[in-house]
Nanobody, 122 residues
Framework: QVQLVESGGGLVQPGGSLRLSCAASGRIFSINTMGWYRQAPGKQRELVAVITSGGSTNYADSVKGRFTISRDNAKNTVYLQMNSLKPEDTAVYYC????????????????WGKGTLVTVSS
């Protein structure tokens, strides 16, 4: 069974940094796109950043220049380096894997982690 487990969340002061990690485990043949989404209280879940297996990235405008997404394909792990954090970055951050195939013949499916809380406050 495939699982995505996030780590690295916590409380940080405005202007500070955090690094989130998400490791996909279980029977995995390949993962097309991995990424991070977030959901603040009372708001809808939104895209933060995604990265393809080839390394192409896409960021939300609100985090461009502050956040960096990276990926280790051999470890099925995705990272999110968050710098210059602002109070409005406070949210539960969810890891997502799109087009995950467990065998070469299987169809790609989407998986979500349970989320990790990031709180930016003084």
């Amino acid at each position: 069974q495939v699982q995505l487990v996030e780590s690295g969340g916590g409380l940080v002061q405005p202007g500070g940094s955090l690094r989130l990690s998400c490791a996909a485990s279980g029977r995995i043949f390949s993962i097309n796109t991995m990424g991070w989404y977030r959901q603040a209280p009372g708001k809808q879940r939104e895209l933060v950043a995604v990265i393809t297996s080839g390394g192409s990235t896409n960021y939300a405008d609100s985090v461009k220049g502050r956040f960096t997404i990276s990926r280790d394909n051999a470890k099925n792990t995705v990272y999110l380096q968050m710098n210059s954090l602002k109070p409005e970055d406070t949210a539960v951050y969810y890891c997502n894997a799109q087009g995950l195939r467990v065998t070469i013949r299987s169809s790609g499916m989407d998986y979500w982690g349970k989320g990790t809380l990031v709180t930016v406050s003084s």
